[in-house]
């Protein structure tokens, strides 16, 4: 328990990026802040009431999911130093996978992780700009990790500790970092992810490491300014329209279909991909 503490206190400090970067960044763009990247800062920081409201649905679902498993699982591993830094490695593998998938099956990018995509700002605000889908969808690629004999509360100490270490890569005051962004994830490594552009789209996927990225052939360095926000930009800050802009168009979508092999194709399919 000692070791899943340190965990938690690790990714508390993560956390508190913001509270250092955020200043820093507004002071550096003070120059820039308009009322529309004021808006924008807000709707970003808004979009995380749902989930804050629904955590604890969240984490009843999360204790039934990943318990339900660990009743199933015949051995355990037991928690030490060394499989804690173990458990921490395959949690951000599977967050590889999870990542990716949330961007190449429609309906995922639709009704969940397209909503941290939409902003046209990239800054410490952005970090905070998830939908509270992600916390019914995402705990499904972890079960792995419970599976295989990991204590679950080492995989969510695990897990808080690699979603809290992106918080600091939502920032354009930290430029390219040499050998750091070979191995690690980056600022520079997720501004080329939240980049539009059809060089950077679908690239970079990695939470911690952009090791698996380079493994799995999905890496690319920032050579460009990256223009950030969907390919087919929302044009709003209203929450509603943020969480909801690419889930309606994939309704309208699903209804103009004309088979239901159709619509299964546009719900499994990549973004983009055209139904004739």
Known sequence: ?????????????????????????????????????????????????????????????????????????????????????????????????????????????????????????????????????????????????VLIGFDPLLVAAAFGVMLAYQQWLHTETIGRLGWFDRVFNSPANHRVHHGSQDVYLDKNYGGILILWDRLFGTWEPEREQPVYGLTTPIGSSHLWTVHMAEASALWRDLRAARSWRDRLRLVIAPPGTVVP
């Open 1 to 145: 328990m000692e070791i899943i503490g340190a965990f938690e206190l690790l990714a508390a400090a993560l956390s508190a990026a913001i509270l250092i970067m955020l200043p820093i960044e507004l002071w550096r763009n003070r120059r820039t802040l308009n009322r529309a990247a004021w808006k924008e800062m807000a709707a970003s920081a808004g979009v995380l009431l749902p989930a804050l409201a629904t955590s604890g649905v969240v984490v009843a679902f999360i204790t039934v999911l990943w318990g339900t498993a660990d009743a199933l699982t015949p051995w355990r591993i037991p928690t030490t130093g060394w499989s804690a830094l173990l458990c921490l490695l395959f949690v951000d593998f599977l967050f590889y996978w999870d990542h990716r998938v949330a961007h190449r099956v429609r309906v995922l990018w639709a009704v969940a992780h397209s909503v941290h995509h939409s902003s046209p700002r990239y800054d410490q605000t952005t970090g905070l700009r998830v939908s509270f889908v992600d916390g019914f969808t995402s705990p499904w690629f972890y079960l792995p990790a």
